[in-house]
């Protein structure tokens, strides 16, 4: 697989003219949630004589840095009125504009831009290096530190046509209870990888993250190809494709035809055995691909499709299944004609931008099915699919400041992503591609983030940021070894009976999850955090920090 990526971008060197793109804002990252309020008020129409600008894509989470610095520009039409906001990420690329230097720091040569720590750049070449410190703890517990996070991150351009982006950390952590218990009973702890015991209760891990990216034909196709996580859909969680497993090594397709978008993802996944950091884990691989369409500006319609398979026999592991490597064939076809072993998943999505100040949007997937048995409502095991309905509502003006609600109900039947072979159920070392809460649940979800100011008012006030997060969740588990269908780690092969089968089905547990973040930006990047969490009514804990370049970790599952 790596000398696959390798050789593509090679060819692509050698065969296309290229041009450099930006490394790219991750999901669920400080600015995403102003970069859909750009998508929502229609500020990225107004830019080049009124037409959208091509790779931004909220609906596959592509912001490239490049490309958003541009239209928060004085040529991009209503985002120069976009206040503190829109000048932050003008600040928070200094590779791809010119923004005044700062004048703070007397001792040069760093931090001559707000955003880097220290910056070399000439007409085509930068390089950004920024140190990464995330650090909280819990006044008057006996473990008094709750996180402490130290790396550095490296991004920049070549040349004009090849730039890169990478992150390393080092990290100790005291898991919430619910967190700490699943990290011990499933060997992972959720959303990284290796892990070693720190002190009596705590964790210890090392995560490192990197890509390069170009552009080809014209900038009608977006090359990235590295260790990264990717989140495809419009909503708070992903029944598609979601940033919440561990990264993962990919080669990442996205095209641009006026209307229409086209992403194509070939990547290597894990399976799992025990950690014991002196054997290899087992490999499996994914393709996906989405392709969309704007009915109208304001209208979207999208059609993914996924595929998780491996290719382990007596004689061992073997290698990507180049009839995947096709990026504009049915995956199923494929599937059925090499023996329909296979797991393949189908989905749609579809988001409507209303007033300029509204989202609906929703995705329905499709794991596999029979429709007589769906007419009988007979409660057949396979009869597995999923279904998302969400609302967004954003308001930016001098009265409300900078105001994002959003509502979201997401629904798994019993079974959804899982496989009679293990090794090719819809996961990633040992956790989930999609939803964290897996298959056999219900849940709603509602969020709120809020900016007193984006315009002006009292200075000081516009730095701060109010977020809170609450979820209510529903779900059936396995009971005493029994697969109920909550796990899609476990052969479905194991369920209990064919017929019957029904929501929440097993143990009955319901999950209630409060998150409130006060954080206050001292400088760029630098946040003071005050953070609670509340889980199910009976573990909470209170947490004061410092963060810098770094993002909040997200416990919500």
């Known amino acids: 697989m790596r000398f696959r990526i390798l050789a593509l971008i090679a060819c692509s060197a050698a065969g296309l003219k290229l041009s450099a793109q930006g490394a790219l804002y991750a999901p669920n990252s400080f600015a995403d949630r102003w970069l859909q309020t750009i998508e929502i008020k229609g500020f990225h129409r107004n830019f080049d004589n009124e037409k959208r600008l091509g790779h931004f894509d909220p609906g596959n989470r592509f912001y490239d840095r490049r490309d958003v610095s541009q239209f928060t520009g004085l040529g991009g039409g209503k985002m120069a009125e976009g206040g503190f906001m829109a000048d932050y990420i003008k600040r928070d690329n200094p590779e791809w504009n010119t923004y005044a230097s700062s004048n703070r720091m007397p001792f040069k040569p760093f931090y001559e831009r707000p955003a880097a720590f220290y910056m070399w750049n000439d007409t085509s070449n930068a390089i950004v290096i920024n140190p990464v410190l995330n650090v909280h703890g819990q006044p008057g517990a006996t473990n008094p530190l709750q996180q402490n996070t130290r790396g550095v991150e490296l991004r920049g351009k070549i040349s004009n046509k090849l730039s890169f982006w990478s992150q390393v950390t080092e990290n100790q952590v005291f ?56 989140f495809t859909g419009n909503g708070i969680r992903s029944l598609i494709l979601s940033d919440h497993a561990k990264e993962y090594l990919h080669l990442r397709l996205h095209t641009d035809l006026g209307p229409f978008r086209y992403q194509n993802v070939f990547a290597r996944l894990n399976g799992f055995l025990p950690l014991t950091g002196d054997r290899l884990q087992p490999i499996k691989y994914m393709a996906m691909h989405r392709a969309s369409v704007h009915i109208r500006p304001n209208l979207e319609f999208g059609l993914s499709e996924m595929v998780i398979f491996d290719r382990s026999d007596s004689f061992g592991q073997r290698g990507f299944d180049a009839d995947y490597l096709n990026p504009v064939i049915f995956y199923r076809t494929i599937e059925s004609h090499r023996g329909s072993r296979d797991n393949a998943l189908l989905a749609f999505d579809w988001k409507w931008n209303f007033l300029e100040k509204f989202q609906f949007y929703g995705q329905f997937l499709l794991d596999e099915f029979k429709l007589k048995y769906l007419r009988e409502n007979s409660g057949w095991w396979a009869n597995k699919y999923a279904w998302q309905a969400g609302v967004k509502y954003t308001v930016l003006d001098n009265k409300l400041g900078w105001l994002f609600l959003q509502a979201e109900a997401n629904r798994v039947r019993p079974y959804t992503y899982s496989h009679y072979r293990t090794s090719q159920a819809y996961t990633h070392y040992n956790q989930m591609l999609a939803h964290p809460l897996g298959s056999n649940f219900s849940e709603i979800l509602f969020s709120m983030q809020w900016q007193p100011y984006q315009y002006g008012g009292i200075a000081m006030l516009n730095r701060f940021f109010l977020r809170a997060d609450w979820m209510q969740a529903q779900r059936g588990k396995d009971i005493a070894g029994v697969n109920y269908g909550n796990d899609p780690r476990l052969d ?40 609670m969490i509340r889980r199910s009514g009976h573990e909470q804990f209170f947490t004061l920090g410092l963060r810098l370049n770094a993002e909040a970790r997200n416990y919500q599952y």
């Open 175 to 230: 898991l919430p209870g619910w967190a700490d218990t699943m990290a011990r009973s499933y060997g992972v702890v959720e959303g990284e990888g290796f892990w070693k015991p720190f002190k009596k209760r705590g964790v210890d891990f090392l995560q490192a993250r990197g890509y390069l990216s170009t552009s080809a034909l014209n900038d009608r196709v977006r090359i990235v190809a590295g260790h990264d996580r990717i």
């Open 492 to 531: 479905n092969d194991t369920r209990p009976y064919e017929f019957g089968h029904s929501m929440f089905q097993g143990q009955a547990e319901t999950i209630r999850s409060l998150q409130i973040s006060l954080s206050y930006m001292l400088r760029h990047n630098l946040f003071i955090d005050a953070r």
